[in-house]
Protein backbone atom coordinates (compact mmCIF):
# COMPACT_ATOMS: atom_id res chain seq x y z
CA UNK A 1 0.00 0.00 0.00
CA UNK A 2 1.13 3.71 -0.91
CA UNK A 3 -0.04 6.58 -0.55
CA UNK A 4 2.29 9.46 -2.50
CA UNK A 5 1.97 13.02 -2.28
CA UNK A 6 3.46 15.50 -4.81
CA UNK A 7 3.25 19.16 -5.84
CA UNK A 8 4.22 21.08 -3.07
CA UNK A 9 6.85 23.89 -2.99
CA UNK A 10 7.25 27.17 -2.49
CA UNK A 11 5.10 29.81 -3.57
CA UNK A 12 4.36 33.35 -3.13
CA UNK A 13 1.54 34.27 -1.16
CA UNK A 14 -1.87 34.74 -3.45
CA UNK A 15 -0.56 31.90 -5.78
CA UNK A 16 -1.99 28.34 -6.37
CA UNK A 17 -0.36 25.36 -6.08
CA UNK A 18 -1.88 21.40 -6.63
CA UNK A 19 -1.05 18.80 -4.57
CA UNK A 20 -1.77 15.20 -5.97
CA UNK A 21 -2.02 12.04 -3.59
CA UNK A 22 -1.22 8.99 -6.25
CA UNK A 23 -2.60 5.64 -4.34
CA UNK A 24 -1.91 2.29 -5.45
CA UNK A 25 -1.97 -1.41 -3.53
CA UNK A 26 -5.52 -1.28 -2.46
CA UNK A 27 -9.15 -0.52 -3.74
CA UNK A 28 -8.87 2.90 -4.19
CA UNK A 29 -12.53 3.91 -5.49
CA UNK A 30 -14.14 2.19 -2.11
CA UNK A 31 -11.84 4.62 -0.26
CA UNK A 32 -12.77 8.10 1.54
CA UNK A 33 -9.75 10.13 0.78
CA UNK A 34 -8.99 13.09 3.07
CA UNK A 35 -6.16 15.73 3.26
CA UNK A 36 -4.81 16.87 6.16
CA UNK A 37 -1.92 19.46 7.21
CA UNK A 38 0.50 20.25 10.12
CA UNK A 39 2.07 23.64 10.39
CA UNK A 40 5.50 24.04 12.37
CA UNK A 41 4.37 23.66 16.18
CA UNK A 42 0.81 22.62 15.93
CA UNK A 43 -1.32 19.88 15.32
CA UNK A 44 -2.22 18.10 12.47
CA UNK A 45 -5.67 19.49 10.98
CA UNK A 46 -8.10 17.60 8.95
CA UNK A 47 -8.49 20.13 5.41
CA UNK A 48 -11.25 18.38 3.63
CA UNK A 49 -12.58 15.03 2.67
CA UNK A 50 -13.74 13.34 -0.29
CA UNK A 51 -15.88 9.94 0.07
CA UNK A 52 -16.23 7.52 -2.29
CA UNK A 53 -19.28 8.40 -3.68
CA UNK A 54 -16.95 11.68 -4.90
CA UNK A 55 -19.06 13.78 -1.80
CA UNK A 56 -16.44 16.54 -0.89
CA UNK A 57 -16.52 18.26 2.55
CA UNK A 58 -14.19 20.74 3.22
CA UNK A 59 -13.53 21.46 6.98
CA UNK A 60 -11.08 23.33 7.85
CA UNK A 61 -12.76 27.04 7.73
CA UNK A 62 -10.01 28.43 7.13
CA UNK A 63 -9.74 27.08 3.45
CA UNK A 64 -13.55 27.43 2.10
CA UNK A 65 -13.49 29.14 -0.98
CA UNK A 66 -9.96 28.64 -1.20
CA UNK A 67 -9.66 24.89 -2.02
CA UNK A 68 -11.26 22.49 -3.79
CA UNK A 69 -10.53 18.84 -3.71
CA UNK A 70 -11.50 16.43 -6.32
CA UNK A 71 -10.47 12.51 -7.18
CA UNK A 72 -10.37 10.58 -10.35
CA UNK A 73 -10.68 7.22 -9.98
CA UNK A 74 -9.46 6.10 -12.79
CA UNK A 75 -6.22 7.19 -11.80
CA UNK A 76 -6.09 6.06 -8.29
CA UNK A 77 -5.29 9.90 -7.33
CA UNK A 78 -6.79 12.60 -5.72
CA UNK A 79 -5.66 16.29 -5.91
CA UNK A 80 -6.21 19.32 -3.69
CA UNK A 81 -5.72 22.32 -5.80
CA UNK A 82 -5.30 25.57 -3.29
CA UNK A 83 -5.79 28.84 -4.60
CA UNK A 84 -5.38 32.64 -2.95
CA UNK A 85 -2.40 30.72 -1.11
CA UNK A 86 -1.54 32.82 2.14
CA UNK A 87 1.56 32.24 5.11
CA UNK A 88 -0.51 30.63 7.73
CA UNK A 89 -1.52 27.82 4.42
CA UNK A 90 2.19 26.44 4.80
CA UNK A 91 1.98 22.94 6.64
CA UNK A 92 3.31 19.59 5.42
CA UNK A 93 0.30 18.15 3.61
CA UNK A 94 -1.10 15.08 4.11
CA UNK A 95 -3.40 12.63 2.27
CA UNK A 96 -4.85 9.34 3.86
CA UNK A 97 -7.39 6.40 2.71
CA UNK A 98 -9.88 5.42 4.84
CA UNK A 99 -12.66 2.96 4.97
CA UNK A 100 -14.89 1.34 7.61
CA UNK A 101 -16.25 -2.65 6.79
CA UNK A 102 -18.36 -4.64 9.54
CA UNK A 103 -17.58 -8.25 10.56
CA UNK A 104 -19.83 -10.03 12.55
CA UNK A 105 -21.95 -6.32 12.79
CA UNK A 106 -19.09 -5.09 14.52
CA UNK A 107 -17.27 -1.89 12.53
CA UNK A 108 -13.55 -2.36 11.98
CA UNK A 109 -11.74 0.03 10.44
CA UNK A 110 -8.37 0.42 8.10
CA UNK A 111 -6.28 3.69 7.64
CA UNK A 112 -3.72 4.43 5.59
CA UNK A 113 -1.00 7.42 5.40
CA UNK A 114 1.25 9.12 2.94
CA UNK A 115 4.67 10.89 4.23
CA UNK A 116 3.25 14.57 3.02
CA UNK A 117 4.50 17.08 0.69
CA UNK A 118 5.78 20.76 2.01
CA UNK A 119 3.89 23.44 0.91
CA UNK A 120 5.64 26.80 2.09
CA UNK A 121 4.28 30.37 1.30
CA UNK A 122 6.42 33.17 1.53
CA UNK A 123 7.26 36.06 -0.21
Known amino acids: VQLVESGGGLVQPGGSLRLSCAASGFTFSSYTMSWHRQAPGKERELVAI????????VSADSVKGRFTFSRDNAKNTVYLQMNSLKPEDTAVYYC?????????????????WGKGTLVTVSS
Open 96 to 112: SAQITYYRGGVPHGIEY
Open 50 to 57: ITSAGVTT
